[in-house]
């Protein structure tokens, strides 16, 4: 089958490789109906993170269940299914808290690689959710996003406590942050403030319920939220980038006794002990426990109440990943999907 | 009056200094009926954090009501009264939403020094609350451990979300870390965790409701909790020292979505992020809003429901603060009471 390898920074290729087989009882093997390009893609692609060996990519994707292991109840062959970018067993005590994220059992869909025809998917049970109901082309991209980049951003909203009456200050306007507007929105905050230098990425932050529009960055950025907040800063900031400067901006911005949720894939970011401590702020992130969201967004998207897949601002066949690479890490494209 | 002076390291005298005025009109004038030495106090003693002139020191409290400014409209003279380590307006919408140790008006006790006779209070009407009923000798001392030592460890446990069927892990057997143990049994834990190697400390942890100890520490002090908690972790972690290897020590005992309640002063600690990233544990903490829980805590002390003051096991004039430092240095004593 064809699949997405990387075998360098900027050298994304696309090449047979055999097709995945049942390992484990509580497998799943799909048909990949669509994945997608990730902005954490973009740290071993720009040499930010390491590239040690050609890799398979890849971690978010729907499809169509073509076999199951002798252990799997739930999930049956020919399932329109999404599923987490974590493979969890949604039984252990971590997952039943709602972080399969860490499950004791956990299993990266980036280290199986989902850009590819077909995608082994360790505990299918507790991984995947069966979608019914007809799956239109704009209800299929939203699908695809809550994959990841979603739940990501729903689990950021929640994580930094928005709802009603509440400032919410996004920084980062890449899929994650644009959807964590969204899901800030969803959670009925009452102002969001989108931190963006990019038009279209503004024009989509307002079309997901942003009431404001910060352009500037760092101590600047953080001194107009705290102008917008009466002083104060934000009630819930959502950390979306990953970056040093995106930590501190977030904390920062963010009120005594408030709360930032941050998702962004942590990268050479060291926090300052005494800062957290004098901040008083609530701190708390990860890899999002998508799983946990899954049901209510796809409820969600099916009922046509929202439309996250408006990321995909760029849809290509898998033939052309390396395209799709290009375009985001140049930031032509905000989130690019992957066709088979 | 007489003061307690820190001249540098080791180098604490009892001097004549001039008796404070009201300087606000917020602000009261207390005669202090007993402070305490600080496990924070011996942050400049030790010469880790320097002492660039000679400092007033304390900012723990309790005391009668001399005077009162044209603004004091709740506070008046003769009240007995316990306040916060930081004095705040109570009526900004940090304090509002419970932060009042981060009050946009805030003054730390510590820079006015409630080792002394007497005492100026700003936002009196914000920071005090006074005490009616029979203060015996024992709810005295439990009064003035509310001030600081018993608000700062409930604050940690209730950032740390004890509760019932928590198990609670507590880092640190300093008064804080103690009176976390009590705060946690009071707030419902199923299992509450003391890190001790000392005995008296250990005897203490278990009077105010400790059902186990470890006294591992770093990475045996992880692996025992891990054990004990089949592989997971703790839900709820109290960090109550200040340092890297306290600080890491808690994340690591705590379970992914669990919480981490940190209020011991940050000492040279550095957080990495990714490693925060993956641990999937909430982190809140910083300076206690004791004001958010005095009502509360002088009920409890009141009614002996509580008895805090225990954790004084040295009580002494202050004319001899000097040894108390010293005795807490030497962690001969675990908290030591000045009289007046």
């Given at each position: 089958m064809r699949a997405v390898i990387m075998h360098g920074p900027g050298d994304v290729r696309v090449e047979d490789v055999p097709t995945?087989?049942?390992?484990?009882?509580?497998?799943?093997i799909i048909r990949v109906d669509a994945a997608c390009i990730c902005g954490s893609d973009l740290w071993p692609y720009r040499g930010i993170s390491p590239v040690k060996r050609p890799s398979r990519m890849g971690h978010e994707y729907i499809g169509v269940v073509e076999q199951v292991g002798s252990a799997v109840r739930d999930i049956r062959v020919g399932d329109f299914v999404v599923g987490s970018f974590m493979a969890s067993d949604n039984t252990c005590e971590i997952c039943r808290a709602g972080y399969q994220s860490r499950c004791i059992h956990v299993v990266g869909m980036g280290s199986i690689g989902t850009q590819a025809e077909y995608a082994r998917i360790p505990w299918a049970d507790g991984t995947l959710v069966k979608v019914t109901g007809d799956i239109t082309p704009e209800r299929r991209r939203s699908l695809l996003a809550a994959s990841d980049v979603l739940g990501t951003g729903w689990f950021a909203a929640v994580a930094a406590e928005a709802g009603p009456g509440k400032t919410v200050a996004v920084v980062g306007d890449g899929a994650v942050g644009l959807l964590g507007v969204l899901a800030a929105s969803q959670l009925g905050a009452e102002r969001i403030i989108a931190m963006s230098r990019h038009a279209d990425r503004q024009a989509?932050?307002?079309?997901?319920?942003?009431?404001?529009?910060?352009?500037?960055?760092?101590?600047?950025g953080v001194a107009a939220i705290k102008e917008m907040t009466g002083g104060y800063g934000a009630h819930s900031t959502i950390e979306a980038v990953g970056t040093q400067e995106a930590m501190q901006q977030a904390i920062r911005s963010t009120r005594a006794g408030g709360h930032v949720g941050f998702v962004g894939v942590s990268h050479g970011v060291s926090l300052d002990g005494q800062e957290l401590f004098l901040s008083g702020v609530h701190l708390h992130g990860g890899p999002a426990p998508v799983r946990r969201f899954l049901p209510d967004l796809i409820d969600r998207i099916m009922t046509d109440e929202i439309d996250p897949g408006v990321v995909f601002d760029q849809t290509l066949s898998i033939d052309d990943a390396a395209d799709g690479y290009r375009a985001m890490d140049e930031r032509r494209a905000i989130k690019v999907m992957l066709e088979f």
């Open positions: 995945p087989e049942l390992v484990e009882p509580t497998d799943a989509l932050a307002r079309r997901f319920g942003a009431t404001d529009i910060v352009e500037a960055r760092g101590d600047a």
